[in-house]
Nanobody, 121 residues
Framework: VQLQASGGGLVQAGGSLRLSCAAS????????MAWFRQGPGKEREFVAA????????YYADSVKGRFTVSRDNGKNTVYLQMNSLEPEDTAVYYC???????????????WGQGTLVTVSS
């Protein structure tokens, strides 16, 4: 499966953005999906994950209550709604697809190219 992330940009602290990740192929619904991010000088970290049918969702503690992950299997797309953004959220955001809903990067086989989110203070 090929993944294409979009929706990044520059936003002021307290603002919102919605990221999208479009998947090619007809097997999107058979994959768990996740978002990871990598900030300047930091390692890649888990943000959120959603199971194949959307019934299981995980969030990193740092984004709970601010970010919402969702998916539309009819559109082969996973979303990340980001509210109350903080400068610490500045990062390249990556979507990923894998066989299980886990919170670690090695659990995902396919990765998008990343989209940059910059939050100004």
């Amino acid at each position: 499966v090929q993944l294409q992330a979009s929706g990044g940009g520059l936003v002021q602290a307290g603002g919102s953005l919605r990221l999208s990740c479009a998947a090619s192929g007809r097997t999107f619904s058979s994959y768990s999906m996740a978002w990871f991010r990598q900030g300047p000088g930091k390692e890649r970290e888990f943000v959120a994950a959603v199971s194949r049918g959307g019934g299981i969702i995980y969030y990193a503690d740092s984004v709970k209550g601010r970010f919402t992950v969702s998916r539309d299997n009819g559109k082969n797309t996973v979303y990340l709604q980001m509210n109350s953004l903080e400068p610490e959220d500045t990062a390249v955001y990556y979507c990923a697809a894998g066989p299980q809903t886990v919170t670690y990067a090695r659990g995902y086989e396919y990765w998008g190219q990343g989209t940059l989110v910059t939050v100004s203070s």
